[in-house]
Nanobody
Framework: QVQLVESGGGLVQAGGSLRLSCVAS????????MGWFRQAPGKEREFVAT???????YYADSVKGRFTISRDNGKNTVYLQINSLKPEDTAVYYC?????????????????????WGQGTQVTVSS
């Protein structure tokens, strides 16, 4: 198990950028597939991006070209660079982790796959 703590959220204007960070404590962070999800008020938690232990990434169509997920195993940290923010990006952003097994990357877009979650960080985009 890993404990996950997100940071970097805030209030930004449309068109702005943010970099979210998620620091993991515990063992063998490099063995984990990591994901970012978000949840807007009144909506279900939705997939944003994932990065495998190999570095392979996968994004939701809605964020492709604007969001970039990356990881630094030496710092036990996964990042989400968010550019060209839109009001519809307003949500609580959650980091999630799951031991990476030999499965298809698409599996890691599902909320139910992950068994480690952070507390979330709020991103608010004003128009």
């Amino acid at each position: 198990q890993v404990q996950l703590v997100e940071s970097g959220g805030g209030l930004v204007q449309a068109g702005g950028s943010l970099r979210l960070s998620c620091v993991a404590s515990g063992r063998a962070f490099s063995n984990y597939a990591m994901g970012w999800f978000r949840q807007a008020p009144g909506k279900e938690r939705e997939f944003v991006a994932t990065i495998r232990r190999s570095g392979t990434t996968y994004y939701a169509d809605s964020v492709k070209g604007r969001f970039t997920i990356s990881r630094d195993n030496g710092k036990n940290t996964v990042y989400l660079q968010i550019n060209s923010l839109k009001p519809e990006d307003t949500a609580v952003y959650y980091c999630a982790g799951k031991i990476d097994t030999n499965t298809a990357t698409l599996v890691y877009k599902y909320v139910s796959v992950y068994d480690n979650w952070g507390q979330g960080t709020q991103v608010t985009v004003s128009s």
